[in-house]
């Protein structure tokens, strides 16, 4: 299986940005699997604009296929516009909107039921990694934001590493993804050996091949550094070869 990068632009990009981003896209040779998650409105110019081989990621969805949900978008419309991927539960959702694992469960499960593949994210607070609790959450998280039929990726993001600059060591990603590949593998035996885990939190293209050489690392979630596409190219290609 290729390592997957994918970038989140959250609230970032414009209408005027697409074009270029996908030009560079389609000028590089990736060896790594690539998804481009940006806010909803650009979804349809980059669906147009991307190389056949970048998948296109929302960076969430609703729980429920239509409805009185001001401002919510349902994972059945995202996938009629060319989104095949949805990130669910990032730590900015779950601060800035209260999302509890129950309702990034919700979520994952009307994305699976629309043909969206979720990026499920998970990841501790400083205060919980210092109190040596980072695990026991992390398992916690999975258990119950993760439903029954859960297919798709899982994003291994430390809440204290997203867009500060700062990142775990390398033994302490190493052990956490472990940890992330034990409890899927208990709970999923039939996709957890193989489910994709990604580590996000402060990738850039000076760390990338460290973090991307670790057991278990089967890939990134990029925030900052996926907004210039030289940067997030430069991520990709320090992806080892399959
Ligand atoms: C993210 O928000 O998913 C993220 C990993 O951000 P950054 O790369 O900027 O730390």
Not at 20 to 37: G, T, V
Not at 155 to 173: C, F, S
Not at 188 to 197: E, H, V
């Amino acid at each position: 299986m290729p390592f997957i990068i994918a970038g989140n632009f959250k609230m970032n990009g414009v209408l005027a940005g697409v074009q270029p981003y996908a030009e560079a896209l389609k000028a590089a040779e990736s060896k790594a699997k690539l998804i481009i998650c940006p806010p909803f409105p650009l979804l349809p110019a980059f669906a147009a604009a991307l190389p056949a081989t970048t998948a296109l990621g929302a960076q969430d969805c609703h729980a429920r296929p239509s409805g009185a949900h001001t401002g919510d978008v349902s994972a059945t419309l995202l996938r009629e516009i060319g989104a095949t991927h949805v990130i669910l539960g990032h730590s900015e959702r779950r601060a800035d909107h209260g999302e509890t694992n129950a309702d990034v469960s919700a979520k994952v499960f009307a994305a699976l039921a629309a043909g969206l593949i979720p990026i499920v994210c998970v990841g501790e607070t400083e205060p919980q990694r210092d109190a040596g609790e980072a695990e026991d959450i992390v398992k916690t998280q999975l258990r119950h934001s993760l439903p029954e039929n859960f297919t798709g990726l899982i994003a291994y993001e430390p809440i204290w590493a997203i867009g500060t600059g700062r990142t775990p060591t390398p033994a302490d990603i190493a052990a956490m993804h472990a940890a992330i590949r034990a409890a899927l593998t208990d709970s999923f035996p039939a996709t957890g050996p193989a489910t994709p885990i990604l580590y996000g939190g402060s990738v850039k293209p000076e760390n990338a091949a460290a973090i991307l050489a670790l057991p278990q690392v089967g890939g990134a979630l990029v925030g900052g550094a996926s907004l210039k596409a030289a940067d997030f190219l430069a991520i990709a290609a320090a992806a080892p070869a399959v």
